[in-house]
């Protein structure tokens, strides 16, 4: 019986479920750097073996109201 008479609703899936996620298509292997809302990890491709990729992984939670560091962010990675 629920407590006070309150059930307890299922947590929702995330909408993201059925997007592949990093780790479905790399084995993670260690840290080559950090940064205030990130972290670069040298990954190794699962579908080609030995195909090695440098992986930033960005923490969405501190990076919450600091979305303009974001957007500056995306635009140094793409030159």
Known sequence: MPL??????????P???????????YYLKEL????????V???ESKENHGVM????????K???GKEDSLENEIKV???
């Open 32 to 39: 080559l750097g950090t940064g205030a809302f990130s972290v």
């Open 4 to 13: 006070f008479g309150k059930e307890k609703k299922p947590k929702k899936e």
């Open 15 to 25: 909408k993201d479920s059925d997007k592949p996620c990093l780790e479905d298509k």
């Open 62 to 64: 501190a990076l919450k």
């Open 77 to 79: 990675l793409r030159r």
């Open 41 to 43: 990890r040298l990954a």
């Open 53 to 60: 990729h440098a992986v930033k992984i960005i923490d969405k």
